[in-house]
């Protein structure tokens, strides 16, 4: 048994995402947790820690402020925020968010992004976050823009910003994108819609007024759930 | 007991073509600094890991990102003041190579033979994924490796980084290949 619950997470290769069509592993993959079984408890690749290793700035999250200085990005200032948390329900503490996003009007800073749209000269569209001990983090940011891409003819992302996560060990690394309620490009975006059917709730915010700062920013509320090692009967509490 | 329900895992979901601006902003020159970079270091030999990723028609990704992971010089992981995580993007060299500059790895114990650990992102991938790289000048160790003994036969050079004097110094050249003949071992865990 492995950390990922493939029932949520969607296959390699996905034809109407053309990227993928090339770039997915075809082959099975070989399961690693069960060639370690061979030798119980020499697993120092899958059980080595990886949260509480790095630091962040209050600055670094916040991405209305932390662009270069003399303004503030133009667009609908946002919190997000929530908790990462195991498949257990555990609060995971010390672990690395890392976002980012394009500007409002669908532009990312990356060279590569040519779309014609304006850049903003007060946004970088990038950001990180340590949980704290209950496993919660909270950007500020702007909502960002959807965008076209080449995928097909007339196709645009819905509006999204990009997770990267890094937990307690190797087997919860996550990366993944969080989209916004009531997106009409949901319902036609292969990347959101490779995933499978039951699980793509999970990727959608929701809207928190609770969250919300008054006369300041709307609150989104995005929980990420990671896998991890799967314990020894030894290790099952109680 | 709890009776929470227990709660489904986060979707993952491709890494797209501009994380650079967010992941590895400094290597790219973007105006945000790197939190993560592409060095390790600590006691032991200094060597330097190199290499393309191609995808299934042989072409050399410009927008894939690498993470490596691994232990010490000792083949400890969780010491203190030795961090063994990197990360590279393949766009930011002319040549399309990932590039680290490490330390070679020890052993973690009789059965094992030195190994880093390889995570592959790129536009595409839709969830990222593991391998693992051994080295060439370990063939003794490599064969005893008690993981490296269950791989299947004709998939295991895939795994093993070549080693050349680089322009740096020892170098190990370690090209992934996500389809095709040559297609690299990646692993679930």
Known sequence: MTSRDWSQHPPYICPDYKS?????????????????????????????????????????????????????????????????????????AGALVEIWQANASGRYL????????????NFIGAGRAITDRDGYYRFYTIKPG???????????????????????????????????????????????????????????????????????ALGYYFDIVLGGPRETPADTPG | ??????????????????????????????PFDSIIDNTISGPGQVVHIQGRVFDGEGKAADDAMIEIWQADCNGQYDQENFCGYA??????????????????????????????????????????????????????????????????EDRKTSLIAMGIEGEEGLTYVFDIHMQGADETLFFDI
């Open chain 1, 20 to 92: 993928s069509v090339l770039r997915g592993p075809t082959r099975p993959l070989l399961n690693l947790a069960s060639l370690y079984q061979q030798q119980p408890g020499s697993a120092g690749e899958l059980l080595g820690k990886l949260t509480d290793v790095y630091q962040t700035r209050s600055i670094d999250c916040d991405l209305t402020k932390n662009g270069p200085p003399g303004g503030e990005p133009i667009g609908e200032r946002i919190i997000v925020g929530g908790r990462v948390m195991d498949d257990r329900g555990r609060a995971v």
């Open chain 1, 110 to 121: 990356h060279r590569a992004d040519q779309h014609h749209a304006p850049l903003d000269p």
């Open chain 1, 146 to 216: 959807s965008y076209p891409w080449a995928n097909h003819v007339n196709a645009w992302r819905p509006q999204h910003i990009h997770f990267s996560v890094l937990g307690a060990t190797l087997a919860t690394r996550l990366v993944t994108q969080m989209y916004f309620p009531g997106d009409p490009l949901l319902d036609l975006d292969p990347i959101f819609q490779a995933v499978p059917a039951a699980a793509r709730i999970n990727l959608i915010a929701q809207f928190d007024l609770g969250l919300s700062q008054a006369d300041f």
């Open chain 2, 1 to 30: 007991m709890p009776s929470k329900p227990i709660p489904s895992q986060t979707p993952s979901q491709t890494i797209g073509p501009f994380f650079a601006q967010g992941l590895t902003a400094a290597q790219s020159d973007y």
């Open chain 2, 87 to 152: 990360r590279c993007g393949t766009g930011y060299r002319d040549d399309l190579h990932f590039s680290f500059k490490t330390i070679k790895p020890g052993s973690c114990g009789v059965d094992q033979a030195p190994y880093i650990t390889v995570i592959v992102f790129m536009r595409g991938l839709m969830t990222h994924a593991f391998t693992r790289l051994y080295f060439d000048d370990e063939a003794e160790a490599n064969a005893r490796d008690f993981i490296f003994q269950q791989l299947p």
